[in-house]
Structures are given as structure tokens and as C-alpha cells.
Nanobody, 121 residues
Framework: QVQLVESGGGLVQAGGSLRLSCAAS????????MGWYRQAPGKQRELVAA???????NYADSVKGRFTISRDNAKNTVYLQMNSLKPEDTAVYYC???????????????WGQGTQVTVSS
């Protein structure tokens, strides 16, 4: 089994900061991409930021310059540092990992349970 456990969400005022963490555990052989998505009420889930095992990163235009994704490959953990938060960043944030299990030849996508981020104006 593979689990992604997120932490770090909460309530913050506009202009503030939060740091999300997501740790992957279980029978993992390798992890390719780890990333963060978010879903606001009434909206589709969207990519916020992603990081590949090769070190490439990708950000949504709306968070560029404010959010930073990083990884600790030794701990199978990905972080999202969120600065200068805005009310429109309010959403449930989901961790995603594309990884290969020990028992599999293929890579699959796994999701965390989500963590709420609320930014008050």
C-alpha cells in the first residue's frame, strides 16, 4: 500500500504564509513527479506546482513568484511554501505523486486526502 499524508493547512490572513508538507510512504520503488493541486468550491481541480525527480519544476501562472515547491527525496516528501497568500488561494490542496511500487513495473498516480487552506481578507 502507498499513502500520501499531507499537513500544514490552516487559516491565514491575506499576505501571510503557510507551508504544506506531503510524505509518501509504503512499498515505493521510485517516485517521478510530486506535486500539489487545489480545488476551490465550484471549481475544477487545478495544478498548483509540480516537481520531477530530475529537478524540473512547474507552476501555475497564478502562483509564480509566491509559491515554491521543493522535495526531500530521501524522505519521499514534497513541500509547498506559500507566501503572499491571497483570498483566491483558498481551496483544498491535494498532494499528488506519480510513483512506481515495488511490486509493479508501471508508475501510477496517487493522491493525498487533501488539506484545507483558507485565506481571509
Amino acid at each position: 500500500q502507498v499513502q500520501l499524508v499531507e499537513s500544514g493547512g490552516g487559516l491565514v490572513q491575506a499576505g501571510g504564509s503557510l507551508r504544506l508538507s506531503c510524505a509518501a510512504s509504503g512499498s515505493i520503488f521510485s517516485i517521478d513527479t510530486m506535486g500539489w493541486y487545489r480545488q476551490a468550491p465550484g471549481k475544477q481541480r487545478e495544478l498548483v506546482a509540480a516537481s520531477t525527480s530530475g529537478g524540473s519544476t512547474n507552476y501555475a501562472d497564478s502562483v509564480k513568484g509566491r509559491f515554491t515547491i521543493s522535495r526531500d527525496n530521501a524522505k519521499n516528501t514534497v513541500y509547498l511554501q506559500m507566501n503572499s497568500l491571497k483570498p483566491e488561494d483558498t481551496a483544498v490542496y491535494y498532494c499528488n505523486a506519480i510513483l512506481r511500487k515495488l511490486s509493479s513495473r508501471n508508475s501510477w498516480s496517487y493522491w493525498g486526502q487533501g488539506t484545507q487552506v483558507t485565506v481571509s481578507s
